[in-house]
Every structure is written in structure tokens, then in C-alpha cells.
């Protein structure tokens, strides 16, 4: 394979942008599972299944799910962040499948916070 010239990297980096930015895909919303060592030890591997299949009930699929490492709350784990297009971010913490379920369905679907379970609502990037 040939090396890639800087044109072409700056295209794959315009275009795996896209996958990552809500404001620039074609996703409205954004879940991010925390999956460190203690996220997965507390159960996270659940919660991801949990938001897949209510991801797998949608008619249109613009829901984007990813991992993440650890987000430095091992006490609060597993923990998920939701991202919605022009919302600031929420962190949530303690989950369940059954809470993980209610978040998609309210905030996600809804976008409505589900306060209960939110521990941090805004980014460090003041998001």
C-alpha cells in the first residue's frame, strides 16, 4: 500500500470526524459507556447490551454507541454519558439495565434528564 499523501489524511480525518461529532453526522445523540477495568468489573458490559437493544427498537438509527475508558468515578460505576445535539452532556452514574432503559427512553427519546441518576450534568469543555 502506497503511503498516503497529506490531502488524503486530512480527508480521512474530515470524514472520521463526522463519526465522532454529533453536529457534523447524521447521529442526534450520543451514549458513551465507560468501560475501565472497574466499569466493566461493575457491570458495564450489561448496560451496553441494555442500550443496544433498545437501540436495535428503533425505526431510525440515529443513536450512536460507543466506549470509553474510565472516566475517574470508580465508586460510581458502571457509568454512561449522553450527548445530545445542542444539550450539554450528562453524565450518569450507578446503573442498572433497568435505569440504562429508562435514561434511553426519557432523555434520549424524551430529552428529558433523568435527574435521579445524574451525577454531573456539562463537560470540562463547557458543554
Do not use: Q
Not at 64 to 91: D, F, I, Q, R, W
Amino acid at each position: 500500500m502506497a503511503p498516503l499523501t497529506l490531502d488524503e489524511l486530512r480527508k480521512k480525518r474530515k470524514e472520521a470526524r463526522k463519526e465522532i461529532y454529533l453536529r457534523e453526522g447524521e447521529y442526534k445523540s450520543k451514549i458513551i459507556v465507560h468501560m475501565g477495568t472497574c466499569g466493566i468489573a461493575a457491570g458495564a458490559r450489561e448496560i451496553v447490551s441494555a442500550f443496544l437493544g433498545e437501540i436495535e427498537n428503533l425505526t431510525e438509527k440515529n443513536v450512536m454507541l460507543t466506549a470509553s475508558g474510565c472516566a475517574g468515578l470508580c465508586s460510581m460505576e458502571p457509568m454512561a454519558t449522553v450527548e445530545l445535539l445542542n444539550s450539554p452532556s450528562v453524565k450518569y452514574g450507578n446503573l442498572t439495565t433497568d435505569k440504562a432503559k429508562r435514561i434511553f427512553k426519557e432523555h434520549i427519546i424524551g430529552g428529558n434528564i433523568v435527574t435521579e441518576y445524574a451525577i454531573g450534568i456539562g463537560s470540562e469543555k463547557g458543554g
